[in-house]
Structure formats: structure tokens, C-alpha cells
């Protein structure tokens, strides 16, 4: 897990956490944008490692090979 992958889940884990002890409005708000949140930088990290994955493979192929 990356070092900004660790702070977001910190702050979902938090977000549940008061969202369980006051259920508001502004406590689902709140936990659902977190939860959006690290969802996405963890999607953005995995196309990103696909990415990298893909190019190094056309490095030493020379050639894109999708399946």
C-alpha cells in the first residue's frame, strides 16, 4: 500500500467510525466521499501499474499484446 493509500484508509476507517456514532447526514456524506476517495487512488494505482506492465512487455516484444 502507498503512503497516500494508508492516510485515505485512515480517514474512511475514522469516517465509519463517527458515521457508527452519529448517523447524520453529514457523517454519510463524509464517509461516502472517503470511501469514493480510496476507491479511486486505488483504481488510479492499479491502471497505472497495468500501464507500466503493458510498455515494459512492448519493450521486449516489440509488439502490444492485449489478451
Same mark, same amino acid.
Given at each position: 500500500?502507498?503512503?497516500?493509500?494508508?492516510?485515505?484508509?485512515?480517514?474512511?476507517?475514522?469516517?465509519?467510525?463517527?458515521? +457508527?456514532?452519529?448517523?447524520?447526514? @453529514?457523517?454519510?456524506?463524509?464517509? %461516502?466521499?472517503?470511501?469514493?476517495? #480510496?476507491?479511486?487512488?486505488?483504481?488510479?494505482?492499479?491502471? +497505472?501499474?497495468?500501464?507500466?506492465? @503493458?510498455?515494459?512487455?512492448?519493450? %521486449?516484444?516489440?509488439?502490444?499484446? #492485449?489478451?
Amino acid at each position: 500500500m502507498f503512503e497516500s493509500d494508508k492516510w485515505l484508509y485512515g480517514d474512511v476507517q475514522q469516517n465509519r467510525k463517527i458515521f +457508527e456514532d452519529n448517523d447524520s447526514q @453529514l457523517a454519510r456524506r463524509n464517509y %461516502l466521499s472517503s470511501l469514493f476517495a #480510496f476507491y479511486e487512488i486505488i483504481l488510479s494505482n492499479l491502471r +497505472e501499474t497495468i500501464a507500466k506492465l @503493458l510498455v515494459d512487455k512492448f519493450d %521486449l516484444r516489440g509488439k502490444w499484446e #492485449f489478451h
